[in-house]
């Protein structure tokens, strides 16, 4: 089923058919490490994929979609929303390293904001990033306003906390 769409893709539900592309993308260090995460192994990869099957995300704060290239109906990604550390809702996304340096992680990041806003009723959005994740930052610097900057624990690294207010979104 498809969540919403933008110019050229689609955010739709993971399906068990995405496992081989889905692991191409955890697997992959260049797509794990600017996160920063852990490379998973396929029996990892699956495991995590699983996991999201199986959770109704209707049922949840946390909603994860495949992204996919509307003519391919190929997987090339995830797209997310989610909740940080101080319950805001917060957007992420990652794509296989195939499709990158094509516009598709700035379209990707516009429609989360657009569905979010609009669709969702959403206030505020943010977006936490790895401050060496340069392409990431340079994506949401297009959209939202740095807010701060905080040693993240969990992933050992600095993060960027990125936020946009709906009444800013919609006066643009």
Known sequence: ??????????????MPA???H???MMGNPNVMNPIPREVMSREES???LENFLNTDMSQTDTKVWAIEIKDGKEFIGLCAFLKNDENEDEIGYRLREKYWRRG???EITRGLIEFG???MGMEKITADVDTRNLNS???LEKFMSPAKEFFNDS?????????LFRADWLGR
Do not use: N, P, Q
């Not at 933008?6 to 955010?11: D, G, H, M, S, Y």
């Not at 992933?155 to 936020?163: A, I, N, Q």
């Open 1 to 14: 089923m498809t969540i919403f769409t933008t110019e050229r893709l689609a955010a739709r539900e993971l």
């Open 18 to 20: 995405d496992a081989d």
């Open 22 to 24: 889905y692991f191409d």
């Open 46 to 48: 699956d495991a995590h």
């Open 104 to 106: 598709l992680g700035t």
């Open 117 to 119: 806003f609009g669709k």
């Open 137 to 139: 930052v340079k994506i």
């Open 155 to 163: 992933d050992d690294c600095v993060d960027r906390r990125y936020e």
